[in-house]
């Protein structure tokens, strides 16, 4: 495993030092340092509110108790950096590569990821103190590498604080889906009050045909499954300026679009039969008045907010539905390209979409980034002449090239310092409990 890691990081020693967000280089050992503080501390910022009792729970197979995430990020942290590049590094318990390892079948065996709810030991306590030792021993190795072997261990830290925030954003989706399986439908944070009063009309930005690029180029960090970057061929198309809001989709709804096979693609239709969907997820009917799960508890559905917590499958019958399409993922690049990335971010504190503004302009996108990941009709696959590093980390990504389809933007989950237009998320199609929404698309005659 050593030999692996080594070899991927020894591909890494000629790229300059590049910083997490994405949108410069850093020049400093300090600010390395301090941008690893800041990411790791705000993992356990998102936790202030827990109870213990809290970070134990996992409520479906495909969420994680937050314990599980806390650790496994470490964990990261010392297989990756630690345990390669830290000579005579001992682990805390040698026991936690097999109980935190999630997916990278190269590192080693592992704990089933429908069973760690079940897992008492190590206690919250414990975990907090196995983040205080990689925290100590990474910031150790920081603080007294060479200039050579700082250029080595900066790629593998910027990825490791990428992989982090990726898990702080499901640490907050997976703690609503537990707050709302519990009848007391606890309360994670209260949120911010919500100063829009309405919604901004819908609107439709055209775009040309023609050859683009699309995919990362350039410094500043990127997954390996952004690039590389290629050329692409679009017809024209336009796109909403906004995201579809639950008013629209309550028309949707009350139209019997949950029952119109014809809105749906068969294997969709098949899962509502199945699931018993008939609105989006956490939405509840009582006395005839709508209500939703949020992270401030429960509350009525606020009809200007976007429609967030539906599958690809909703996304796309509710497109057929309103005569329109999801947009691809190229053309959601395309389209973002003059737009800043800016939004309702996760340091907000909001942990909500909230209503697009009225701007008093007459064309232009809003929603583009934050507020909800948007579903796009791509299936998630490789770009042109893409290849996945070898080793554990190339399992990162590229092995979940199958039966997913992409999502664009961000969410209010997401940290901006994460966001950027070339970002490929990507789910099943019917997954529900992250921030997703619907964006439409549609051609130009």
């Given at each position: 495993?050593?030999?692996?890691?080594?070899?991927?990081?020894?591909?890494?020693?000629?790229?300059?030092?590049?910083?997490?967000?994405?949108?410069?280089?850093?020049?400093?050992?300090?600010?390395?340092?301090?941008?690893?503080?800041?990411?790791?501390?705000?993992?356990?910022?998102?936790?202030?509110?827990?109870?213990?009792?809290?970070?134990?729970?996992?409520?479906?197979?495909?969420?994680?108790?937050?314990?599980?995430h806390l650790a496994h990020v470490s964990w990261f942290f010392e297989t990756f950096v630690l345990k390669v590049h830290l000579p005579d590094y001992e682990s805390l318990h040698p026991q936690y590569t097999f109980l935190f390892n999630s997916y990278y079948n190269a590192a080693g065996k592992m704990h089933a990821r429908p069973q760690r709810g079940l897992i008492s030991r190590p206690t919250v306590r414990?975990?907090?103190?196995?983040?205080?030792?990689?925290?100590?021993?990474?910031?150790?190795?920081?603080?007294?590498?060479?200039?050579?072997?700082?250029?080595?261990?900066?790629?593998?830290?910027?990825?490791?604080?990428?992989?982090?925030?990726?898990?702080?954003?499901?640490?907050?989706?997976?703690?609503?889906?537990?707050?709302?399986?519990?009848?007391?439908?606890?309360?994670?944070?209260?949120?911010?009050?919500?100063?829009?009063?309405?919604?901004?009309?819908?609107?439709?930005?055209?775009?040309?045909?023609?050859?683009?690029?699309?995919?990362?180029?350039?410094?500043?960090?990127?997954?390996?499954?952004?690039?590389?970057?290629?050329?692409?061929?679009?017809?024209?198309?336009?796109?909403?300026?906004?995201?579809?809001?639950?008013?629209?989709?309550?028309?949707?709804?009350?139209?019997?679009?949950?029952?119109?096979?014809?809105?749906?693609?068969?294997?969709?239709?098949?899962?509502?039969?199945?699931?018993?969907?008939?609105?989006?997820?956490?939405?509840e009917r009582d006395l005839g008045k709508w209500g939703m799960m949020t992270l401030d508890g429960m509350r009525a559905v606020d009809l200007d907010e976007p429609v967030c917590h539906v599958s690809y499958f909703e996304a796309d019958a509710y497109a057929r539905w309103a005569g329109a399409r999801l947009p691809t993922e190229a053309e959601w690049e395309v389209a973002s390209e003059e737009v800043p990335?800016?939004?309702?971010?996760?340091?907000?504190?909001?942990?909500?979409?909230?209503?697009?503004?009225?701007?008093?302009?007459?064309?232009?996108?809003?929603?583009?980034?934050?507020?909800?990941?948007?579903?796009?009709?791509?299936?998630?696959?490789?770009?042109?002449?893409?290849?996945?590093?070898?080793?554990?980390?190339?399992?990162?990504?590229?092995?979940?090239?199958?039966?997913?389809?992409?999502?664009?933007?961000?969410?209010?989950?997401?940290?901006?310092?994460?966001?950027?237009?070339?970002?490929?998320?990507?789910?099943?199609?019917?997954?529900?409990?992250?921030?997703?929404?619907?964006?439409?698309?549609?051609?130009?005659?």
């Amino acid at each position: 495993m050593k030999n692996t890691v080594a070899e991927i990081a020894g591909k890494t020693r000629s790229r300059e030092v590049e910083c997490a967000n994405g949108q410069g280089i850093v020049h400093s050992r300090m600010a390395l340092i301090d941008r690893y503080r800041a990411v790791r501390q705000f993992s356990e910022k998102i936790c202030e509110t827990l109870e213990p009792e809290d970070f134990v729970i996992q409520t479906m197979p495909e969420m994680s108790p937050t314990k599980w995430h806390l650790a496994h990020v470490s964990w990261f942290f010392e297989t990756f950096v630690l345990k390669v590049h830290l000579p005579d590094y001992e682990s805390l318990h040698p026991q936690y590569t097999f109980l935190f390892n999630s997916y990278y079948n190269a590192a080693g065996k592992m704990h089933a990821r429908p069973q760690r709810g079940l897992i008492s030991r190590p206690t919250v306590r414990n975990t907090y103190e196995y983040r205080k030792y990689v925290d100590t021993m990474v910031l150790k190795l920081l603080g007294e590498a060479s200039e050579r072997k700082l250029e080595v261990l900066a790629p593998l830290i910027v990825l490791g604080l990428n992989h982090e925030q990726q898990h702080q954003e499901l640490m907050l989706t997976d703690i609503k889906h537990v707050f709302w399986m519990n009848p007391l439908r606890p309360v994670f944070r209260k949120e911010k009050p919500n100063a829009a009063s309405s919604s901004a009309k819908l609107k439709w930005q055209n775009f040309d045909g023609g050859i683009y690029s699309i995919g990362h180029e350039g410094a500043g960090f990127h997954f390996d499954n952004e690039g590389p970057r290629h050329e692409t061929l679009l017809q024209p198309f336009a796109l909403a300026s906004r995201l579809v809001t639950n008013r629209e989709y309550l028309e949707f709804m009350e139209d019997n679009g949950y029952t119109r096979p014809e809105f749906w693609l068969s294997l969709g239709f098949n899962m509502v039969k199945e699931k018993y969907w008939d609105s989006p997820f956490y939405w509840e009917r009582d006395l005839g008045k709508w209500g939703m799960m949020t992270l401030d508890g429960m509350r009525a559905v606020d009809l200007d907010e976007p429609v967030c917590h539906v599958s690809y499958f909703e996304a796309d019958a509710y497109a057929r539905w309103a005569g329109a399409r999801l947009p691809t993922e190229a053309e959601w690049e395309v389209a973002s390209e003059e737009v800043p990335v800016e939004g309702n971010f996760a340091e907000s504190g909001f942990y909500h979409p909230a209503p697009a503004r009225e701007s008093g302009r007459t064309e232009g996108l809003q929603q583009m980034f934050g507020d909800l990941w948007q579903w796009t009709q791509s299936s998630y696959s490789p770009y042109p002449g893409y290849k996945p590093v070898r080793g554990a980390l190339g399992e990162y990504n590229g092995k979940f090239m199958c039966n997913q389809y992409v999502l664009r933007g961000a969410s209010c989950a997401t940290a901006k310092s994460h966001a950027r237009r070339t970002y490929r998320n990507f789910f099943p199609p019917d997954a529900r409990w992250q921030f997703m929404g619907i964006r439409l698309a549609k051609e130009i005659s």
